[in-house]
């Protein structure tokens, strides 16, 4: 375990204290004679963070800044960033940790999906008159997370994924409140569009959606979407979905122990003959062979540690 300041956990590449490993933590923290105090620091796995405060002040050290806020506040902070957060004694409020995974597949099957992404992907900080009328959702959603790990029942899983997606889209709403939503938002110019559609891939690789979908939900046609990736990625957008599809098909062989064909059908494959000949293409060899040459070189090479729990 990560060492501890006072009383208060850390949470760092050990694991988090009470859901060790786990995709998701939560906590709520009332009353206290002593301040609270997270260590944020990111490992192999990747979270996102949620701090949200009722009541007293609070600060948070990022990126070489000191943020100071006063309750009602929100603060997200995406999956790359790490910090201190600390709270004074007796503030009341909770505080939420979910891995990148979950966040993604939660959040991929929304109408909104791009929005969400493009808020859960950068800082938020919120306060005031921009959470009217969002804290009391956003902390009943914190609540019923807490309970639901703590006492799991059945249907826990889908719970736990409709209290993340509500927290999420409160954030966006409160986030953007001041923006126009418009398609124009969306389409933007070259670099935009092309970073949108980075995102959706990101989202539904997984999904076999045709390029034209992709288009659809960009609000652009399929040419204009070609030509930008052309000009920005040197790179058409089919091409780039399956390059993402092979990077992933290669983690998931070298890392998991499942058979070749559950690996396909966990990537979108229904027929594992189709999976073997879409691997080979790319990488010049079927699934089964590259695994038993990547496991051999890292045999060689000796354990991962930084792998290790």
Known sequence: ???VHG????????????????????????GGLAPRHWVIQQDHIRRAHLLVTETRRGSAALRGTVVKFEAPAVLWLPGEVEGDLQVEAGARGYFVAVSEDLLTRTVAGSAEALHLRRTTDRLVMLSGAQLD???GAVTNSCAML????????RGSMTMIASHVLQLCLHLWRSAVSDESGSDDTLRGDGPRLVGNFLQLVELHYRDSWPISRYAAALGVTEDRLHAHCKREKARSPR???HERLIHEA???????????EQIGYG???RDSGYFSRFFQKHQGMPPGAYRRRAR?????RGPFYAAWP
């Open 267 to 269: 990537l979108g494959f």
């Open 250 to 260: 290669c983690t998931r062989l070298q890392q998991l122990d499942l058979p070749v």
């Open 146 to 153: 807490v309970r639901e790990l703590r006492v799991p029942q």
């Open 296 to 300: 051999a070189e890292q045999a060689k």
């Open 7 to 30: 009383a208060m956990p850390t949470f760092g590449p050990a694991g988090y204290v009470e859901q060790a490993g786990s995709a998701l933590h939560a906590e709520a923290f009332a």
């Open 1 to 3: 375990m990560s060492q």
């Open 133 to 135: 009328g969002a804290l």
């Open 239 to 241: 091409a780039i979905v």
